[in-house]
């Protein structure tokens, strides 16, 4: 089993930066992929990017292209998200999940461990 702790969440106003980032335990050598998902209240919970941890690549949905930059240290066992240019419709709670050979995909089924989340809070 793999444990997940984010942290990094708060409160920004339009325009500004966070950065997010999910420390990873337990059995990391099961790991194929670190996504970070999103899910704001009344919404389905919905995948926002995603990075292999043996080559790095990365993979972002079309609404946070561009302004989101998910990176890893792999000495700290960490993922990081970088997120600039945030908008009110960016609010929400953010999970770190570990996923299998698919979680490219950025579907909630290719991911088995989650973490418990840190909220994110844009105002206009």
């Known amino acids: 089993q793999v444990q997940l702790v984010e942290s990094g969440g708060g409160s920004v106003q339009a325009g500004g930066s966070l950065r997010l980032s999910c420390t990873k335990s337990?059995?990391?050598?099961?790991?194929?992929?670190i996504g970070w998902f999103r899910q704001a209240p009344g919404k389905e919970r919905e995948g926002v990017a995603a990075?292999?941890?043996?080559?790095?690549?990365?993979y972002y949905a079309d609404s946070v292209k561009g302004r989101f930059t998910i990176s890893q240290d792999n000495a700290k066992n960490t993922v990081y998200m970088q997120m600039n240019t945030l908008k009110p419709g960016d609010t929400a709670m953010y999970y770190c999940?570990?996923?299998?050979?698919?979680?490219?995909?950025?579907?909630?089924?290719?991911?088995?461990?989650w973490g418990q989340g840190t909220e994110v809070t844009v105002s206009s």
């Open positions: 337990g059995n990391t050598a099961s790991i194929y992929y």
């Open positions: 999940a570990a996923g299998g050979m698919y979680g490219y995909r950025l579907t909630t089924a290719e991911y088995k461990d």
């Open positions: 990075i292999g941890v043996r080559g790095a690549a990365t």
